[in-house]
């Protein structure tokens, strides 16, 4: 079986909820009693959120690449990222990779593609919503993928910052994030929300609101890494 590293920290409550996750998942398909093996690389958050806030690309493949080289060095076969803004440079950040690269992205199109959703909508950190990177791989698989309003971004935006990834629950904020799920299926039609923000489906944990159902990023992520590792 190929070990797995994964580049943790982006930010500490999803990397937590990522190693139970996993451990679940993996527990769940082989039915052994036993555990995997697997390597996490506890990154800066700060460092990243603060390349891409100043649009250095350049600087965030450099630090991404020199610590996915600390991942195959401890002895990793592949790897994952475990945020979905980091993967605003993920073509560039896979061919300085000395492992291959599981995406998020492409794992949740798939996802979504077999599920049969055609319009959902992405939230996430305003990096993610604003960027190309999520509807460039769904228009592919002929998806339309939907951001919402300005001031709508801004909302989730603040809230993932300043409250989820603190570790930051409240019932008034989820309660905000589902009043905009409701808004976007009455005025865009919206068939799926992705959280692809990898903190969001804390705070959002049920498997659809209003007959929308959710795309839990991170549990995504994980079933196509377990894929990877068996195979």
Do not use: W
Not at 96 to 116: F, H, L, M, N
Not at 195 to 217: K, M, Y
């Amino acid at each position: 079986m190929k070990k797995l590293g994964i580049i943790g920290g982006l930010g500490p409550e999803s990397t937590v909820d990522y190693y139970r996750s996993f451990i679940a998942a993996y527990r769940s398909r082989i039915n052994d009693g036993s555990y995997p093996n697997f390597v996490v690389n506890s990154i800066n958050l700060t460092r990243v959120m603060g390349h891409v806030a100043a649009a250095q690309q350049g600087e965030l493949v450099d630090f991404l690449a020199d610590e996915l080289e600390v991942l195959a060095k401890a002895g990793a076969d592949l790897a994952l990222i475990s945020a979905n803004t980091p993967h605003i440079a993920f073509d560039e950040i896979q061919r300085r990779s000395p492992i291959p690269i599981i995406s998020i992205v492409e794992a949740t199109c798939r996802e979504v593609k077999a599920r049969g959703i055609k319009h959902p909508a992405l939230f996430g950190t305003l990096f993610t919503m604003r960027a190309g990177f999520y509807p460039s791989v769904f228009r592919s698989a002929g998806i339309e993928v939907v951001v919402p309003s300005e001031g709508d971004q801004r909302t989730i935006h603040a809230i993932y910052m300043n409250e989820l990834v603190p570790g930051i629950y409240k019932p008034e904020s989820r309660a905000i994030l589902l009043e905009i799920v409701d808004r976007m299926r009455e005025t865009e039609g919206i068939d799926g929300v992705i959280l692809g923000a990898t903190e969001l489906p804390l705070i959002l944990r049920e498997d659809q609101h209003g007959g929308v159902p959710f795309l839990n990023t991170t549990k995504i992520h994980i079933e196509a890494a377990i894929e990877r590792m068996l195979s």
